[in-house]
């Protein structure tokens, strides 16, 4: 089958991110014998010009497009993701009667409200190499497509079963110049290349969806496998990495191997990731460092300790800082995340959240008003009981939590905290 792949984001939050689920898609293609081609549908000028000359010289039997990101998550600029993929969708259809199929994590939230909209012939809710592939060999074979796990078809209720895959080690990773490919007029020294090294997560944070897209089981790819996939990137000139991982330092023991296997595989690498603030002794700090940690996101979402139980966090203030105090000591630098007006959020517990925000004094930091809602999560079942949302309401444009009676304060409140802190970066 020859196989257009479609990279959906449009618009740049905060820096260029090249296409690793699509990546992945590429080499699980390939690697299963059918051709495939690239294109990245981007902010450049003419894109959809350019993708109906792409489609006319290929002549695609099937076309992928991946949604990855839904929304910015931003209640205050709030930026819908959704609507290019809707118009590449279109586009395709002008262009070629090859079927459209939409995959993503974005599109694994709300499989049938995107498939809907987009106007896409099918969708893969989940991880979707085996899934993608065994569609691909039913369509060549013209056999039936249905027991395909993760399969949505326009019509018929997604019946919840995501696709997975639970052997990483199975299949390929992506390669540099052949199936990630930086658009041209992007600038190779603000490109950070993803890397994925585990799937899955049971931390169950109220307002996280990564369970519902990855599932609560772990899966690892082998340490070694992962540090070459670095290398091979680094012999094509990338140095930056952000390794995409929910949690890196979880668990540690493989946090360990992962980052010796970098400092023998890889030299020279610098990256990013997410931290958990809990479970990362001096020993791991010490060992991301020399493995070529230069910055890590850092997961508490807020400062008062009731807020944090009500986020389900396993971890308290002090924990944060001793955390952020063992990262200091190796100079890894330190971004966070104060996610504000979530359920039962008052003012008194805003004031703590800055108050220990201040006191980590972070090299960067985001502040949100509001708590985007997804399905099947916990915080999904408070706003309906709140009245914020009625269950089963299309929350496909962004929905956000925000304790009742808090908005106004809340933004002045944010408002004049950034203002008094005219140095700081906010993101």
Wanted: hydrophobic content about 40%; aromatic content about 8%; overall charge neutral.
């Amino acid at each position: 089958m020859k196989v257009l792949l479609i990279y959906t984001v449009t618009e740049n939050v905060n820096i260029p991110v090249l296409p690793l689920g699509l990546g992945c898609i590429a080499a699980a293609v390939e690697s299963k014998g059918h051709e495939f081609s690239l294109f990245n549908a981007t902010d450049a000028p003419d894109s959809l010009k350019a993708l109906k000359e792409r489609i006319r010289e290929f002549q695609p039997q099937v076309m992928g497009l991946c949604a990855r990101n839904v929304d910015n998550q931003d209640r205050t600029k709030p930026l819908f993701l959704i609507e290019p993929v809707k118009k590449i969708a279109a586009a395709c259809k002008e262009a070629s009667a090859a079927p459209v199929v939409i995959g993503g994590a974005g599109f694994t939230m709300f499989p049938d409200e995107i498939l809907a909209y987009s106007g896409g012939d099918l969708g893969v809710a989940g991880q979707g190499e085996e899934s993608f592939c065994e569609l691909l060999d039913r369509m060549e074979q013209k056999a039936a497509l249905d027991g395909i796990p993760g399969l949505v078809v326009p019509g018929e209720p997604f019946d919840g079963r995501l696709a997975a895959v639970r052997n990483l080690d199975a299949w390929p990773l992506p390669l540099p110049e052949k199936h990630m490919i930086v658009p041209e007029h992007w600038d190779l020294k603000s490109v950070m290349v993803p890397i994925q090294s585990r799937r899955g997560c049971a931390l169950d944070c109220s307002y996280c969806s990564t369970k519902n897209i990855e599932g609560r089981i772990l899966h690892k790819r082998s340490p070694d496998t992962v540090a070459e996939n670095v290398r091979k990137f680094m012999d094509k000139g990338f140095r930056y990495f952000f390794i995409a991982d929910n949690t890196f330092n979880l668990p540690p023991s493989y946090a360990r191997a992962l980052c010796t296997a970098l400092e023998e595989r890889a030299p020279g690498a610098k990256w990013q990731g997410i931290i958990y603030p809990n479970m990362l002794g001096d020993d791991l700090a010490q060992a991301m460092a020399r493995a070529g940690c230069k910055a890590v996101s850092l997961g508490f979402e807020h400062g008062d300790e009731d807020m944090l139980r009500t986020f389900n966090k396993r971890f308290g203030p002090e924990k944060v800082r001793e955390v952020s105090k063992r990262l200091k000591a190796h100079d890894i630098g330190q971004s966070g995340f104060l996610l504000l007006g979530g359920p039962g959020e008052t003012k008194e517990s805003v004031k703590k959240a800055f108050a220990f925000l201040e006191s980590l004094k972070l090299d960067a930091m985001r502040i949100t008003q509001g708590v985007r809602i997804y399905p099947k999560t916990a915080v999904y079942e408070q706003a309906v009981a709140k009245g914020i949302i009625k269950r089963d309401q299309n929350i496909l444009q962004p929905a956000f939590y925000v304790e009742p009676g808090l908005e106004e304060w809340l933004k002045n409140a944010v408002a004049e905290f950034q203002a008094s802190h005219p140095d700081w970066m906010f993101l």
